[in-house]
């Protein structure tokens, strides 16, 4: 699968960036997928009904689970008023749980517990959600306050907390890191790690000053980080090394990308994926919109990459 994009990504006829790593190779403009671009591929590979199934984070749990593909588990869908009326928090949810709107978008809406002590559960800022919190919340997310309509009805998706892998934990202060990977119909081209830090509040949000990190696809390993444009070598809060850092269970964080367009009809598709302690690669969301600045923060460009894989962009 990947052999056209191993020729690719060291090529030896630009020259070196100078930010530090002179390994990586300044990449020249025809190789750059820009905005125009991308839009022009979305509408060529996603059809629409294949877009709002990814933009609905339950429909596109059921589509890609129909297929086998790993997804983060679910406590309970509640779509409507007579499901909210019925569910108890202190009876229905685990002691650390994850409430996100169904059509939410960056992040809005989602509300995170990481621990319970008798009917108080607490964030990871030590703020306490009585259930009288958590059920405000959940009605502010059936009743569409997060899904960029207020008029539109939207679904509240409870799933367990994830606990992530260990090997992360010398990586990041707190939060929890993904792994963003963009595809063209199953054939990855390009893996970025994203880590939280203190200055991110804990949130893997690179607009929040969390780090992006460039993976290289042949090896599971970081070649690059940046920090809001910034090279950077080391995190900045822990101290560890970044390049060169081994993602864990990358074949399998490949194997799941690759599955995941096709599983909900998108041709170019961007898969979000958290490495779990128990669980392992686990998908939480499929984006149909993927951005470009993933191509800065790995220093290639995603035209390039398409191109190594036969796409003509006619």
Same mark, same amino acid.
């Given at each position: 699968? @990947?052999?056209?994009? &191993?020729? @690719?990504? %060291?090529?030896?006829? *630009? ?5 530090? @790593? ?15 671009? %991308?839009?022009? =591929?979305?509408?060529?590979? /996603? ?5 709002? $199934?990814? $933009? ?20 309970? *869908? ?6 909210? /009326? ?10 650390? !749980? ?22 108080? !559960? ?53 939060? =929890? ?41 042949? &090896?599971?390993?970081? &070649?690059?980080?940046?920090? $809001? ?23 399998? *964080?490949?194997? =799941? ?16 994926? *958290? ?11 499929? /984006? ?7 191509? /800065?923060?790995?220093? =290639? ?11 003509? @962009?006619?």
């Amino acid at each position: 699968m @990947f052999e056209a994009l &191993t020729k @690719f990504w %060291r090529s030896d006829d *630009v020259k070196p960036v100078q930010h530090g @790593f002179e390994d990586l190779p300044l990449v020249p403009i025809e190789e750059i997928l820009g905005i125009n671009m %991308r839009n022009a =591929l979305i509408a060529k590979y /996603n059809p629409r009904i294949a877009i709002e $199934r990814a $933009r609905d984070k339950v429909a596109a749990k059921v589509a890609l689970e129909a297929q086998g593909i790993a997804c983060t588990g679910t406590v309970a *869908v509640i779509d409507d008023h007579q499901k909210l /009326n019925a569910f108890k928090p202190t009876r229905d949810m685990p002691d650390s !749980w994850a409430i996100k709107p169904a059509r939410g978008s960056q992040g809005d809406g989602i509300l995170l517990a990481v621990r319970r002590e008798g009917d108080v !559960w607490y964030k990871g800022s030590g703020t306490p959600l009585t259930e009288t919190d958590v059920m405000h919340h959940i009605q502010k997310v059936v009743d569409g306050g997060f899904s960029g309509d207020t008029a539109s009805e939207d679904a509240a998706l409870i799933e367990p907390l994830i606990i992530a892998d260990p090997s992360l934990a010398d990586l990041v202060p707190e939060g =929890l890191p993904d792994l963003r990977v963009i595809c063209l119909h199953d054939e990855p081209l390009m893996a970025m790690l994203r880590l939280p830090t203190n200055a991110s509040d804990g949130k893997a949000n690179l607009h929040q000053r969390a780090i992006g990190a460039g993976v290289d696809l042949v &090896t599971g390993r970081i &070649t690059r980080a940046l920090v $809001r444009g910034e090279s950077i070598t080391h995190h900045p809060d822990t101290g560890t090394k970044l390049i060169g850092y081994q993602v864990p269970g990358w074949d399998r *964080v490949l194997e =799941l990308a690759s599955k995941c367009g096709p599983a909900i009809g998108l041709g170019y598709s961007g898969s979000d994926i *958290v490495l779990d302690k128990n669980d392992g690669p686990l998908i939480i969301e499929v /984006n149909a919109h993927p951005g470009i600045e993933i191509q /800065n923060i790995c220093q =290639l460009g995603l035209k390039a990459q398409m191109a190594a894989v036969g796409e003509d @962009f006619k």
